[in-house]
């Protein structure tokens, strides 16, 4: 099982999508916050794909490979199907659209994980474990958590509903864990 991250010494390396083609996702995470009053100010968490995690103190090593990798993939888009809603139960509760393994993606991610592992960067221990996701809630940065029996609820109504979506992704970022948009990007790469 893949370790959960530890938010006051790790970054995330995350894979953005096109936002237009993710319309529906974001009113369905929009109408689910709203209802449980779950983040300040409708300041949602953005929709994304985890790719890695580096400790905060490899910021520049992970910039250059980053940099690197995104060269190999600027002219061939990165495919991101999403197949269906699926729930979480972990410490924290998630609902996540669970994304497919594209070929280009599992590319992209493998290619960069292994990049980092070669220069001692990426944190992420069982990558092979490692399940490509997009979370549309989650109680880490809740206001109002939500209690395990509403999640229970929600998760029962929800979990394995297809969600068919299909898009690509415009850029690779590595993010502070905040939903503060001011502070959360450290640095983008165009894809």
């Known amino acids: 099982m893949v370790k959960a991250a530890d938010l006051k010494e790790e970054l995330f390396i995350v894979l953005l999508p096109k936002k237009n083609d993710m319309r529906k996702a974001l009113e369905l995470q929009e109408t689910i916050s709203k209802h449980y009053n779950l983040y300040n100010d409708d ?21 250059e490979v980053i940099a690197e990798v995104v060269q190999n993939y600027q002219q061939n888009p990165i495919k991101i199907e999403i197949s269906n809603l699926k729930c979480f139960c972990l410490k924290e509760k998630f609902l996540v659209l669970k994304v497919d393994e594209t070929d280009s993606l599992t ?64 850029s690779i970022e590595i993010w502070r864990p905040t939903l503060d948009k001011d502070k959360k990007v450290i640095a983008s790469f165009k894809l």
């Open 43 to 63: 300041d949602y968490p953005e929709l994304h794909i985890t790719l890695n995690r580096i400790n905060k103190r490899d910021i520049d090593e992970a910039k």
């Open 107 to 170: 590319s992209l991610s493998t290619q960069l994980h292994q990049q980092l592992v070669n220069r001692d960067l990426s944190t992420l221990t069982n990558y092979e474990e490692w399940s490509f996701h997009m979370s549309l809630i989650s109680n880490i940065f809740a206001k109002n958590p939500i209690s395990d029996q509403e999640f229970n609820k929600i998760c029962l109504i929800l979990d394995g509903i297809p969600q068919k979506i299909s898009t690509v992704g415009q």
